[in-house]
């Protein structure tokens, strides 16, 4: 069985698809939500959050907080409309999201100091295939609770949060592991009702978001307006000053089987 799987949601009863993914994993709620979602027929354990309205980063620091407090080294954090976890093929096939999971987990022994691993997005094909070292992950990620250590995410800072969390960890010496021969399914960032669907449509506020970490990365991060949808505030990050790469899958591979009889150092 895999580690323990903490699934984020709000608003969003009707259409909670990880639910459905990892019936056995830990939804956490705030608690005038709890009712709505058991009438919609959720059947996942629920956790209630001590306070309503904190916003994302505030549900991420409880889930990262509660995990050290049991002692649960490593765990996943997912978003709650993931459609499938798969196989990037090609073609694309669906598979087994907790088997997925657990051959994900071997990630930890890739390198010393792996603090976060993560999958491609399906829509991404050109990362497809390829394991990407510190970069950027986001909708469901396997944290080192240990390595994550005082780490925490930063109010203000939401729908760009999860940037900032990697970031940090890197910071500090830790590693990240982003496999693409697996991919997440979910709706395009700011499409899906319910859960942050209405900051998203933000735009000014967005972007004020993309400046703060400008400020808060200074060299590192660039606020600059993208293409999509019409326009959307994004940031830039010059990952490289991490020591970020891509590598094969097969070289992946042989650097865990290299690893296999020996202690990785955390």
């Given at each position: 069985?895999?580690?323990?799987?903490?699934?984020?949601?709000k608003g969003r009863p009707e259409k909670c698809p990880t639910t459905e993914l990892f019936p056995h994993a830990t939804l956490v709620l705030e608690k005038e939500d709890?009712?709505?979602y058991e009438a919609a027929g959720v059947k996942n354990k629920i956790e209630v959050l001590p306070e309503s309205n904190g916003g994302i980063?505030?549900?991420r620091?409880?889930?990262?907080?509660?995990?050290?407090?049991?002692?649960?080294?490593h765990i996943w954090m997912a978003d709650d409309d993931i459609n499938f976890?798969?196989?990037?093929?090609?073609?694309?096939?669906?598979?087994?999201?907790?088997a997925i999971l657990e051959d994900a987990e071997r990630a930890f022994n890739y390198r010393s100091r792996v603090a976060q691993i993560g999958f491609e997005y399906v829509q991404i094909w050109y990362n497809h295939n390829q394991v990407q070292i510190n970069k950027a992950i986001q909708v469901i990620s396997g944290f080192d609770t240990e390595l994550f250590g005082k780490s925490r995410?930063?109010?203000g800072l939401d729908l760009k949060e999860d940037q900032d969390i990697t970031l940090q960890l890197l910071s500090k010496g830790c590693n990240t592991v982003r496999l693409g021969h697996y991919v997440q399914s979910c709706p395009s960032i700011g499409m899906n009702k319910g859960g942050l669907h209405d900051t998203y449509q933000n735009r000014e506020w967005l972007l004020d978001v993309c400046k703060k970490m400008e400020r808060r990365w200074l060299g590192t991060c660039k606020a600059f307006m993208s293409k999509k949808q019409g326009g959307m505030p994004e940031v830039?990050?010059?990952?490289?000053?991490?020591?970020?790469?891509s590598i094969s899958v097969e070289e992946y591979e042989k650097a865990l089987e290299s690893n296999a009889n020996q202690e990785v150092p955390t």
């Open positions: 069985m895999t580690n323990p799987i903490y699934i984020l949601s709890v009712p709505k980063t505030v549900v620091n409880w889930i990262i907080e509660r995990a050290q407090s049991l002692g649960q080294k976890l798969g196989h990037a093929g090609p073609p694309i096939k669906k598979d087994d999201p907790i995410y930063v109010k830039k990050i010059k990952w490289r000053e991490f020591g970020s790469k």
